[in-house]
């Protein structure tokens, strides 16, 4: 690899690794949302009833609770194997590395989006987590076409509209994006609720620009997302340093950060491969060389 080329994979490798570090770092300090799943009585009542319980004793009996927390902690430690694979593993070891995170975080994504109702919002956001494995197991194999970042671009256009349809209000505005502007601008809730509208207008023309087919397009939704995606991934520790004890922050909300960490280094990697050129000339096609004497033969004419 070209030394661009090796910093855009490092990127995106780190990426991967800190969702599924991040993910089961959550599972085993908290909980994944497996009980948004597994005691919604409209899906479960039948299997609860089948097992010979009612429904409240389901939900109630210590046996099948502790069994939650089993499947929670045989997650988490995926998660952290995995991560740890894809940090250091080899190729063969990388792509079944991949095909796992990639199962087990569509497994979270359905979880939270379950967690929030459908919320349009949720489902989008968190497209550059779930999508970091494939993201970097794909560069890998072969960088740097136009057509990758394409789609790499869409999803990251995807993650900042579901995180501006929370900040306009489209969805209700959470309670920790306003405690977070609060906490880190020093202004009242009525104002950071208006800076927060603010920012959301903001991500969806920075997610426009991204998808358009322009190079100067790209760079001015580039100088929103990459500085703005810092400050709200190292927002959780500023923000919420002033408000919760060390160890709180650390359990908390040090995880939060290490997992949003994809917002920032998969368009970082986008605006390395696109300043140093990398994707346009992974899809120029050159014509052949003139035949000599003015005769082209048949072999010089394929291209």
């Avoid at 095909?99 to 919320?119: G, P």
């Avoid at 209700?172 to 405690?179: D, E, G, I, S, T």
């Avoid at 580039?222 to 340093?241: E, I, K, V």
């Avoid at 004890?245 to 390395?272: D, N, S, Y």
């Amino acid at each position: 690899m070209a030394p661009t080329e090796r910093w855009v994979e490092r990127c995106l490798r780190w990426a991967a690794v800190s969702v599924c570090l991040a993910t089961g770092a959550k599972a085993l300090l908290h909980d994944l949302p497996l009980r948004a799943i597994l005691w919604d009585a409209g899906w479960w009542t039948w299997f609860a009833n089948a097992a010979g319980y009612s429904w409240t004793a389901w939900v109630t009996d210590p046996a099948v609770d502790r069994a939650i927390n089993g499947l929670n902690l045989g997650l988490g430690l995926s998660f952290l194997v995995t991560a740890a694979v894809l940090a250091f593993g080899r190729s063969r070891a990388g792509g079944l590395a991949v095909a796992v995170a990639t199962v087990l975080l569509l497994l979270q994504h359905f979880l939270l989006a379950k967690e929030a109702f459908w919320q349009i919002g949720q489902v989008l956001e968190l497209g550059l987590q779930t999508g970091a494995p494939l993201i970097w197991y794909a560069y890998r194999r072969g960088p740097g076409g136009e057509v990758y970042w394409r789609w790499v671009r869409w999803v990251v256009a995807a993650t900042f509209v579901g995180h501006g349809l929370y900040a306009v209000g489209f969805h209700p505005v959470p309670a920790n994006f306003v405690l977070m502007t609060q906490a880190g601008l020093g202004v009242g809730e009525a104002l950071a609720r208006q800076l927060l509208f603010g920012v959301g207008i903001l991500d969806f023309l920075a997610a426009l620009f991204l998808v358009l087919p322009f190079r100067r397009a790209h760079w001015l939704a580039l100088c929103w997302l990459l500085p703005w995606a810092l400050l709200t991934t190292a927002a959780r520790l500023w923000s919420y340093g002033w408000l919760v004890g060390m160890g709180t922050l650390l359990r908390q909300w040090l995880p939060e950060v290490v997992l949003r960490l994809p917002h920032v280094l998969i368009p970082l990697a986008f605006a390395l491969a696109r300043h140093s050129g990398q994707i346009w000339a992974r899809t120029q096609v050159l014509p052949p060389d003139p035949p000599k004497g003015g005769v082209r033969t048949k072999e010089q004419g394929k291209t």
